[in-house]
């Protein structure tokens, strides 16, 4: 079992708000569209950082997920709609093995 766990930084409070819309947004349309169950949250204290994460059986499961994002037109729009209320080169994805 794989765990993929994406974080991005807001640009400023004032669009945490906006991020937190996004995120619900995202999350709801990855979820009808892909059968996953990803989750998402923000950090309480200290940051403006937005976590999204899900678990597949394989790498191969995560690869088609995002293959198949590459070409959602939905998603995509998604993206472009929300695009500016990240903080440059603050997103990072993990994926971990568990145990």
Known sequence: MYRFIRTATVRNAALLPSALVFA??????????????MCFGAEQFGSLKV??????DSLDRMQQVNERLMGD????????????????????????RLA
Do not use: C, P
């Not at 619900?24 to 169950?37: C, P, R």
């Not at 976590?51 to 597949?56: I, L, V």
């Not at 037109?73 to 709609?81: G, T």
């Open 73 to 96: 037109q939905d998603y995509v729009a998604l993206l472009e709609k929300y695009k500016d209320i990240w903080a440059d080169g603050a997103m990072r994805d993990t994926v971990i």
């Open 51 to 56: 976590h999204w994460n899900f678990d597949a």
């Open 24 to 37: 619900s947004e995202v999350t709801a349309h990855i979820n009808n569209e892909y059968s996953l169950n």
